[in-house]
């Protein structure tokens, strides 16, 4: 089985979940900018984080078979913040780069008009660099962030298909589904979606443009719940080339819309960092 996970957070995970990512059949991830948890500050450290995202995060997982590209954005939450709005002035010179295969996190948090302004700009930005956007529906009130999600992203004439909506659940579905978007699940532990509910949601809607991801980050989460996805897919009637479309083909065409998407493995992606102690035994 082979899993491409499109929406997690590693920067927030160990090595150990590399590892544990790669025996359940993870080979591919990506990673899109979110909210740290502790807020920033200033623009630099949003700089710091998107160079880890291009080059140490990329050769970390390497070194565990893993392709690792990413998505980048000033995330809704942080878009509130004043001291944080030159990210918009930067973001163009991060999004020529060849592991960039999206502009994401972008969309709501909050429903504020700091949140909205920064969406638009950013699904402006997607469009002058060619590139695919993955949307984050807001925890709270999510009907309505997402009606307003895609309103926003037809008023911007960006093309359905190279929108992925994400964490939608079985109220939001229908909505994204008629509207040719792509649909994206995040599956955890105690919140969002289960893979049960994930499943029925498939006998439901069908394979076509799902994309299921754990979105594993700082909080209670899992990054193996992609494959505990796929193994419910199974035992509840689902074919084998069923789970390999939503696990992998999905996500592969859904990024692959960047012209970046990478999949060959046995390189080590990044810069080399010689004698880091990731290699000290």
């Not at 899993?3 to 920067?11: L, S, V």
């Not at 392709?67 to 030159?86: M, Q, V």
């Amino acid at each position: 089985m082979r899993i491409f996970d499109p929406h997690i957070h590693m920067t927030s995970r160990t090595t150990d979940d590399y590892q544990r990512m790669y025996a359940a059949g993870v080979r591919a991830v990506v990673e899109p900018a979110f909210w740290l948890g502790q807020p920033r500050t200033n623009v630099g450290s949003f700089l710091d984080y998107f160079d880890a995202l291009l080059g140490w995060e990329p050769y970390r997982a390497a070194q565990y078979g893993i392709r690792h590209h990413c998505a980048l954005a000033l995330n809704p939450k942080e878009a509130n913040d004043p001291r944080c709005a030159g990210v918009l002035a930067e973001l163009p010179r991060y999004l020529l780069k060849d592991s960039v295969v999206a502009v994401g996190e972008v969309g709501y948090d909050s429903m504020t008009a700091e949140e909205e302004h920064a969406f638009e700009a950013q699904l402006a930005l997607a469009r002058e660099n060619d590139l695919p956007v993955l949307v984050h529906t807001p925890h709270r009130d999510k009907v309505t962030g997402t009606r307003r999600t895609l309103d926003v992203v037809r008023a911007a004439g960006t093309p359905p298909e190279r929108v992925l909506i994400d964490h939608l659940n079985e109220m939001t579905v229908g909505m994204v589904a008629d509207s040719g978007c792509w649909m994206g699940f995040s599956i955890y532990p105690d919140t969002k979606m289960d893979p049960d509910r994930m499943v029925a949601v498939l006998k439901a809607y069908g394979t076509d443009r799902m994309l299921v991801n754990s979105a594993a980050d700082w909080g209670r989460s899992d990054p193996l719940k992609t494959r505990e996805v796929a193994d419910v897919m199974l035992a509840a009637g689902f074919g084998e080339d069923d789970v390999d479309r939503v696990l992998w083909r999905n996500p592969v065409a859904f990024y692959r819309q960047s012209g970046r998407l990478d999949l060959e493995t046995g390189s080590e992606a990044g810069p080399d960092y010689a004698g880091n102690t990731i290699k000290r035994g």
